[in-house]
């Protein structure tokens, strides 16, 4: 059975007429009456029948229509797709994200992006979570792209596109919610209350405070940072975290550290091994763009 087939069947179907379907398909009627034959044949039905000088479907050829109908329309959608892909400044692009940059990171580089590129025929497809299940999912296809922290697998890229600065998030009752600043060593006896330890930021933080010497007493640890900061408000704990719109809501304070530079890389991650379609690429290319930029500013 071949697309050519369905296609001069559903043709012909539309039309009931031999004639008339040869004429549309731009073939000879022994032509169109050998490939209905044929494909009859493989079936082992008959899918037209005469009725004087007309033909009409048969039982068979009526149940096989939609079927052959919707097998043409999904190839029709396949070209598209491709066609889509294969345009640079069109397609849809799947971006995963992880919750603390979505009031800044992604949105700047979303509409820097399409600053860059004159137009928004691009369209994104955004996909929020935790790093460890994004990078999943960066692996297996289901994202084309990820903002999250740097990350710890050789198969997956990075392109530090932006800096996130990590502040002490105390209680407003403690004893170091008005200072301006505060150094590792001034923490050392408090609890800490942590990020989960497959957070990417996890790992980076533990990294940080190695080389500082310094060691925290984590009690117990969360997968999110609403969680973190109303536990830090009980005063369960003190917690390091970015700045976030979402702790408004709590009665904690943020405070810098002046003895260590306590911040992290943001980057843009895809996965070595996954072709990219011409508008990811598109993305890809200005990500290492503004990258190149970020590795200029002072300090970096």
């Given at each position: 059975?071949?697309?050519?087939?369905?296609?001069?069947?559903?043709?012909?179907?539309?039309?009931?007429?031999?004639?008339?379907?040869?004429?549309?398909?731009?073939?000879?009627?022994?032509?169109?009456?050998?490939?209905?034959?044929?494909?009859?044949?493989?079936?082992?039905?008959?899918?037209?029948?005469?009725?004087?000088?007309?033909?009409?479907?048969?039982?068979?050829?009526?149940?096989?229509?939609?079927?052959?109908?919707?097998?043409?329309?999904?190839?029709?959608?396949?070209?598209?797709?491709?066609?889509?892909?294969?345009?640079?400044?069109?397609?849809?692009?799947?971006?995963?994200?992880?919750?603390?940059?979505?009031?800044?990171?992604?949105?700047?580089?979303?509409?820097?992006?399409?600053?860059?590129?004159?137009?928004r025929q691009t369209a994104f497809?955004?996909?929020?979570?935790?790093?460890?299940?994004?990078?999943?999912?960066?692996?297996?296809?289901?994202?084309?792209?990820?903002?999250?922290?740097?990350?710890?697998?050789?198969?997956?890229?990075?392109?530090?596109?932006?800096?996130?600065?990590?502040?002490?998030?105390?209680?407003?009752?403690?004893?170091?919610?008005?200072?301006?600043?505060?150094?590792?060593?001034?923490?050392?006896?408090?609890?800490?209350?942590?990020?989960?330890?497959?957070?990417?930021?996890?790992?980076?933080?533990?990294?940080?405070?190695?080389?500082?010497?310094?060691?925290?007493?984590?009690?117990?640890?969360?997968?999110?940072?609403?969680?973190?900061?109303?536990?830090?408000?009980?005063?369960?704990?003190?917690?390091?975290?970015?700045?976030?719109?979402?702790?408004?809501?709590?009665n904690l304070r943020l405070i810098?550290?002046?003895?260590?530079?306590?911040?992290?890389?943001?980057?843009?991650?895809?996965?070595?091994?996954?072709?990219?379609?011409?508008?990811?690429?598109?993305?890809?290319?200005?990500?290492?763009?503004?990258?190149?930029?970020?590795?200029?500013?002072?300090?970096?």
């Amino acid at each position: 059975m071949t697309l050519q087939q369905l296609r001069y069947f559903c043709v012909t179907a539309e039309v009931l007429h031999y004639t008339r379907a040869a004429a549309l398909l731009y073939i000879s009627q022994p032509s169109l009456s050998y490939a209905l034959s044929k494909l009859e044949k493989e079936l082992n039905m008959p899918l037209f029948e005469k009725q004087g000088k007309q033909i009409a479907l048969t039982r068979y050829g009526a149940e096989f229509l939609p079927y052959a109908k919707r097998a043409l329309s999904e190839l029709s959608k396949g070209q598209e797709r491709l066609k889509e892909l294969h345009a640079p400044d069109a397609g849809i692009i799947n971006l995963g994200y992880i919750y603390s940059v979505s009031f800044s990171v992604l949105p700047s580089f979303v509409d820097r992006f399409y600053a860059h590129l004159g137009s928004r025929q691009t369209a994104f497809r955004f996909h929020q979570g935790m790093a460890g299940g994004l990078i999943e999912q960066l692996l297996n296809g289901s994202l084309d792209l990820l903002i999250a922290g740097k990350p710890d697998i050789d198969s997956v890229e990075y392109l530090p596109v932006a800096s996130q600065e990590l502040y002490l998030a105390v209680p407003a009752s403690h004893p170091l919610a008005n200072r301006a600043s505060v150094t590792l060593a001034e923490i050392g006896s408090e609890q800490f209350i942590s990020i989960t330890h497959d957070a990417i930021i996890y790992r980076e933080l533990a990294d940080k405070f190695k080389k500082a010497s310094f060691s925290p007493n984590i009690v117990f640890e969360a997968d999110e940072y609403s969680s973190i900061a109303a536990s830090v408000t009980t005063g369960a704990g003190v917690a390091i975290m970015p700045r976030l719109p979402i702790l408004d809501n709590f009665n904690l304070r943020l405070i810098p550290f002046s003895d260590v530079p306590m911040t992290r890389d943001v980057c843009m991650l895809r996965y070595k091994l996954h072709a990219m379609s011409p508008a990811v690429q598109s993305v890809w290319d200005f990500a290492r763009h503004a990258s190149e930029s970020y590795r200029r500013l002072p300090g970096r």
